[in-house]
């Protein structure tokens, strides 16, 4: 959060590309509720294609026990629900799917490989940390095998400052006695003094993008107030399916739509006698969203 707290100046996405295209291993902080922030991969994604650059992707949302299941996915041995299920998603990870898979579509279209990065640790009091060590060694034992791969991964926001997993792996690789140079790029997103600073000079509508260091970025492309709507609505969505929650942090309100759309859903199942929940397969999409177009077309 202190990495997040103030910017050194403003930049643009010109500038970004240009230091992502740069670059050899990019760290980028995922807000996992937030559709905007995976949509942000998918953006600088594009951008490398444009460019014919060789990418793998890392990302946090799998166990690395489940490589293997990735691997038939992206072969197409496999079909999306059994997918699902043998990645455990609804017990690991259970945010909304179709943010994510939208990266699964783009890196299938475009054969680049996949790699997950999570590891279940449990009653260690250093959790966290054991968890970005572990993330940090897949990445540098896949650099030293792929030294020509543009190294993307998606990480939670608070892993992806220079002093945690990108620290860890560049000790890993020192470790390897990997000697080739190279360049990182943290980019964090939506933060929430930052917007506010830029807001202050009644700027904020026109800035999305910020420098926080030499290699640290900040993307900003959703209010602050979004952002926690988006937070609220998937614990909204988890009690609905019969996880505790923190009632004091769920809106209740009846203008929550993503409440109201899946009470449509339960209506068009209860009618069509659907015996299988398969909530997991459903996206929801409004008129910013136009990669729909792409899907249906």
């Not at 992206?74 to 997918?83: A, K, Q, S, T, V």
Request: glycine share 2%.
């Amino acid at each position: 959060r202190k990495r997040v707290s103030q910017f050194n100046r403003v930049s643009n996405k010109a500038e970004l590309v240009r230091q992502l295209l740069r670059s050899h291993d990019i760290f980028i902080g995922d807000y996992h509720t937030l559709r905007q922030a995976q949509r942000t991969v998918i953006r600088l994604l594009r951008e490398t294609q444009r460019n014919n650059q060789p990418v793998t992707l890392f990302l946090e949302m799998v166990d690395s026990k489940h490589q293997v299941h990735i691997d038939a996915y992206m072969r197409g041995d496999i079909e999306e629900l059994e997918f699902l299920e043998r990645i455990e998603y609804e017990r690991r990870w259970n945010f909304e799917w179709g943010n994510y898979k939208m990266i699964f579509d783009f890196a299938r279209k475009f054969s680049l490989p996949i790699i997950a990065l999570n590891v279940e640790i449990t009653g260690a009091e250093d959790e966290l940390q054991q968890r970005d060590l572990a993330a940090a060694e897949i990445i540098a034992s896949y650099a030293v095998e792929h030294p020509e791969q543009l190294l993307i991964t998606l990480y939670g926001d608070l892993h992806i400052n220079r002093d945690c997993i990108p620290t860890f792996y560049a000790k890993a690789l020192e470790r390897k006695q990997f000697r080739l140079p190279r360049r990182s790029l943290i980019i964090y997103q939506n933060s929430t003094p930052i917007y506010w600073q830029l807001a202050d000079r009644g700027v904020e509508q026109r800035i999305d993008v910020v420098r926080i260091s030499e290699n640290e970025f900040c993307v900003l492309n959703t209010p602050p107030w979004i952002k926690l709507q988006s937070h609220l609505n998937w614990l909204e969505r988890e009690r609905q399916q019969g996880f505790e929650v923190d009632a004091d942090l769920v809106d209740d309100s009846d203008d929550n739509f993503y409440d109201r759309l899946w009470h449509f859903y339960d209506i068009i199942s209860d009618f069509f006698d659907l015996e299988v929940d398969q909530r997991a397969l459903f996206s929801f999409y409004t008129e910013t969203d136009f990669e729909i177009l792409d899907m249906i077309g």
